[in-house]
């Protein structure tokens, strides 16, 4: 599993993300056991949904579990990550699960740019998935993020099998591969769902991630050569996880283009390494990425930690957002990795 990241914590699924799915109150035990659903069980079949285009519709998913219907789905419901990744190439869900709305009404990060009140929210914190609300959608496609196969991302253990009879369902696997991966695939998605790839704005999208994608490569080698370490890092109020590169596909992927990261040496389940905090400046970095999803602690509640205060990017001041759960879409990963950018070549070797 992943690290706290989900809204679990720092960044993966369960375990990076089912830390933080919990919303950061459960413990890792209870996270890894939360880990469990998945598409095991009968075939789904479709519900009745009034379908957007004539001819028959094909899509095989990353458990290889193709779907085969007679016209493209309408009716779409999705992870909210999902979602948001699909409509940045004009693709719209009539319903979502997973991190949509905060205490005020307002959008967590993690819908992007979703226009939350035009959404039929399922479940909004992790374990939550209206089955009933969910039918009555008359559903035609469920679409979700895979961090540990088959399981989809949010649909929790007790409801797996009631929500995937409901209709079909389509996963994109988004962890141990690089961030252009589940790019590529939800662009795939979006395509055979109707998006029109090769739109200006479309075409746009992907141009501005090349480019971000070769000014990271140029500050990279710059930061490398004058010994900067970066460290992707959640905060929790018990714990504080450092993410292995090698887990996450955004991080894969910077590292990839040069960026030189901390590698802890006591990963849990493959995503991180749990620190107690009194031992939380076990590794010392000059810039720290940490997870900025709305369940996990930001460096304005962690002044009274004095660990935290005594690693040497806080103390310099090199403490950057990491949306730990990117949005996979060209647009949003080209925000993060334009941000990115920014903080490095800023940065000063201070560890």
């Known amino acids: 599993m992943r690290s706290p990241r989900s809204t679990p914590a720092p960044g993966l699924p369960l375990s990076r993300r089912g830390l933080l799915a919990a919303g950061g109150t459960l413990g890792l035990g209870a996270l890894l056991s939360a880990c ?7 075939a789904p079949t479709a519900a009745p949904a009034k379908d957007t285009a004539t001819g028959p519709w094909t899509f095989t998913d990353d458990r290889k579990q193709t779907v085969r219907l007679p016209h493209r789905p309408a009716n779409l419901v999705a ?64 679409i979700s993020h895979i961090y540990q196969p088959p399981t989809l991302w949010y ?107 901390v590698v802890p040496n006591k990963v849990q389940g493959g995503f991180f390494e749990t620190l107690s905090w009194e031992t939380a400046d076990k590794y010392k970095a000059d810039v720290i990425m940490l997870d900025n999803r709305t369940a996990t602690l930001q460096p304005k509640d962690l002044t009274g930690k004095p660990t935290w205060n005594r690693l040497p990017a806080v103390a310099a001041g090199q403490v950057t957002g990491w949306p730990s759960e990117p949005i996979f879409s060209y647009a949003k990963c080209a925000d993060r990795i334009e941000a990115l950018t920014k903080a490095l070549s800023a940065a000063k070797k201070v560890s």
């Open 79 to 142: 992870y909210v990550g999902a979602a948001a990744a699909l409509h940045d190439y004009g693709v719209e869900c009539a319903g979502v699960f997973g991190p949509t709305t905060l205490a005020g009404g307002g959008a967590d990060a993690q819908a992007g740019d979703l226009d939350v009140t035009k959404l039929t929210v399922l479940g909004n914190t992790w374990g939550e998935f209206g089955v009933e609300k969910y039918a009555a959608l008359s559903p035609g496609l469920l």
């Open 155 to 261: 649909v929790p253990d007790q409801s797996a099998k009631k929500v995937l009879a409901i209709a079909p369902s389509v996963g994109i696997d988004v962890a141990g591969v690089p961030l252009t991966t589940p790019l590529r695939r939800y662009a795939d998605l979006a395509a055979a769902l109707g998006a029109d790839l090769a739109s200006t704005a479309n075409a746009a999208q992907k141009t501005r991630f090349d480019t971000a994608s070769a000014a990271l490569r140029s500050a990279a080698k710059t930061a490398r050569a004058a010994g900067i370490k970066v460290m992707a890092a959640s905060a929790a109020a018990d714990s504080f996880y450092v993410s292995t590169p090698s887990s996450a596909a955004d991080l894969t992927y910077y590292r990839g283009l040069g960026v030189d990261f």
């Open 36 to 42: 469990g659903s998945s598409s095991d069980g009968p």
